[in-house]
Structures are given as structure tokens and as C-alpha cells.
């Protein structure tokens, strides 16, 4: 048995697609019918199929940047291609017009849920456990929580249909706060916020989580850039690799 140390924490806060899950599929999928006609009886796999490849190739550029649905409307903009820094993101998506990025988010949200729920097999075999992952919330269960941009009821049936549903004590759905999420389980739960370990593959939600006093781990696994590891390394953010969470083992019970 792994033997438990100061440092082992009470809860575990993580993300949900890059850490727990790998979605890139599906999330390419509904960034592309954000902005085009979806025509709800072409079969999933025929709409998957149609996306072009170009697109795809935009939209991972796209991903390594983004921290909220709304973002994967940058991947319809030809100049993503272009993208090599954070700053050129940014930029990037603070030219649109909020309006439209209101109708991207409402139709891909719409997408989702259609094949969610009107192609449920479909839809969840986009969606592939990282290695460890399911071991890991099984060894935490009940002392874990979702924080992620996807939405609850998403995150729900795919972690149902992995069995890990009663694993996840609660999920913070569609949210970029995700410090203030962290603080607010510390709060309502009663743990000290350093007993928290928060894990994401996004480095901007894990330096504000770490401003919190939380344990901040940097999902290696998930999407990132070369920019964003030497920005990481510069404020020594601890870095997590999937083959170390085997070793992450939640907190000895307090003594009676």
C-alpha cells in the first residue's frame, strides 16, 4: 500500500476533458455545426465524417489555448492557423463580436445535446478514459469534484457510462471560475484550501487556482503548448505526468 504523507490531499478537484477525459472528437465535432447548419437526420458518424479535415487541424491548434466552449469559435477563423502564442489567442477572440460568439456557443451546446441524447452511443464513444483516471476517482470516491467548462449533465452520463458515476461527490459544469470553484468546496466542505489538490491540463486555470493556496498540479497529458511549459517552469508550477498519479492517494481520515 502506498503509504500517506503530509502532503496527501483531502479532496481532489479536476478538470474534465484533457485530464479525466479525451474528447478532442467530439469537441471538434460541435465547434463545427456552432457555425453550420446541423441537420438532425444525418446519422453522427455521416457529420463526423464531413467535418473537414482542415478544420480539425485548426480547431487542435485552437485547443491548446482555450479554456471555455465559447473559445473553440477561434478554429472557424482562417488566421488560426497562424496561432503560436497565448497572446495571438487572445487577440484572436477578443476580435469577434461577442454576438457571435453567443450564437456559436448556443448551436454547439445544441449539437451536443442533441446527440447526447438522441445518439447516445455515438456520442459516448467519443469520449476515452485517460489511463489511471478511473483508478484514480474510484481511490478518491466521494472526495472528488468535477470543475470544467463542459456542461454537468455531459460530464454525468460519460462518467455513468464508464461506471465511475457515484465516483464525483459534485460537478462544477460550464464554469471558467474554477478558483473560486476550489474555494467554495473548501468553504461548504470544511477542508483547509491547501488540502485541495486541482489538477488541469490548462495553465492559466492552474496558476489562478494555485494563487488560491490550493495544491496546483499541471496536467502533462492534456492540451499545451511549448510557450506555455516555459511559462510554467518560470513560476515553478508543479507539473503532474500520467504515469505519477498512481502514486496521488487521499488523505488518512482524521482521528476520532
Not at 5 to 31: K, M, N, Q, R, Y
Not at 53 to 81: G, I, K, M, N, W
Not at 152 to 163: K, Y
Amino acid at each position: 500500500m502506498t503509504a500517506r504523507t503530509a502532503a496527501d490531499p483531502s479532496v481532489l478537484a479536476l478538470d474534465f476533458d484533457g485530464v479525466i477525459c479525451d474528447a478532442l472528437e467530439e469537441c471538434a465535432l460541435v465547434s463545427w455545426l456552432g457555425m453550420h447548419p446541423h441537420d438532425t437526420s444525418v446519422p453522427g458518424p455521416d457529420q463526423l465524417a464531413a467535418v473537414p479535415e482542415e478544420f480539425v487541424t485548426r480547431f487542435r491548434r485552437v485547443r491548446d489555448y482555450s479554456r471555455l466552449l465559447d473559445h473553440f469559435v477561434v478554429a472557424h477563423l482562417p488566421q488560426a492557423s497562424a496561432i503560436v502564442s497565448q497572446a495571438d489567442f487572445d487577440r484572436l477572440f477578443a476580435s469577434l463580436d461577442p454576438a457571435t460568439v453567443r450564437t456559436f456557443t448556443q448551436a454547439a451546446t445544441a449539437a451536443r445535446d442533441h446527440f447526447r441524447t438522441e445518439e447516445a452511443d455515438f456520442w459516448l464513444e467519443l469520449h476515452t478514459i485517460y489511463p489511471g483516471m478511473d483508478a484514480l476517482l474510484r481511490r478518491f470516491n466521494g472526495s472528488a469534484v468535477v470543475v470544467t467548462a463542459k456542461d454537468a449533465d455531459s460530464v454525468r452520463a460519460i462518467l455513468a457510462r464508464h461506471g465511475l458515476g457515484d465516483t464525483v461527490a459534485e460537478v462544477f459544469g460550464e464554469t471558467g471560475a474554477k478558483a473560486e470553484a476550489v474555494q467554495d468546496v473548501s468553504a461548504r466542505w470544511g477542508v483547509p484550501v491547501e488540502r485541495i489538490t486541482f489538477i488541469d491540463d490548462n495553465l492559466t486555470n492552474a496558476v489562478r487556482v494555485a494563487a488560491t493556496g490550493a495544491r496546483s498540479r499541471w496536467a502533462q497529458w492534456g492540451y499545451q503548448t511549448p510557450e506555455h511549459r516555459a511559462e510554467a517552469e518560470r513560476l515553478a508550477l508543479t507539473p503532474l505526468h500520467l504515469d505519477e498519479v498512481a502514486a496521488l492517494v487521499p488523505a488518512a481520515p482524521a482521528a476520532a
